[in-house]
């Protein structure tokens, strides 16, 4: 499965972004869909993911009640909307997809991952 991670880009606290994911093959609609962060000199964080239905989902702390995420299997995309971002937002976004149909919140239990996108929050 390839992944294309697109809809990144600069944007000032407070505001919004839309994240796709887009998978290359049918194979994505089994499985969980995560997102995970980077920030510079930091670790990969998890941020959000979906079960292989939408039926379930999960969080970080940290982009609950902000973010949210969604996936469409007839179109092969997941997307992640962001709202009221914050500077400490800013990383590089991944989205990955689970070796299972349920959401995990380690890098681990993702097998798949797409090349990432840009997010830059400015204050």
């Known amino acids: 499965v390839q992944l294309q991670a697109s809809g990144g880009g600069l944007v000032q606290a407070g505001g919004s972004l839309r994240l796709s994911c887009a998978a290359s093959?049918?194979?994505?609609?089994?499985?969980?869909v995560g997102w995970f962060r980077q920030a510079p000199g930091k670790g990969r964080e998890f941020v959000a993911a979906?079960?292989?239905?939408?039926?379930?989902?999960s969080y970080a702390d940290s982009v609950k009640g902000r973010f949210t995420i969604s996936r469409d299997n007839a179109k092969n995309t997941v997307c992640l909307q962001m709202n009221s971002l914050k500077p400490e937002d800013t990383a590089v976004y991944y989205c990955?997809?689970?070796?299972?149909?349920?959401?995990?919140?380690?890098?681990?239990?993702?097998?798949?991952w797409g090349q990432g996108t840009q997010v830059t929050v400015s204050s």
């Open positions: 990955a997809a689970g070796k299972w149909a349920v959401p995990g919140t380690t890098a681990r239990q993702y097998n798949y």
């Open positions: 093959r049918r194979t994505f609609s089994n499985n969980a």
């Open positions: 979906i079960s292989w239905n939408g039926g379930s989902t």
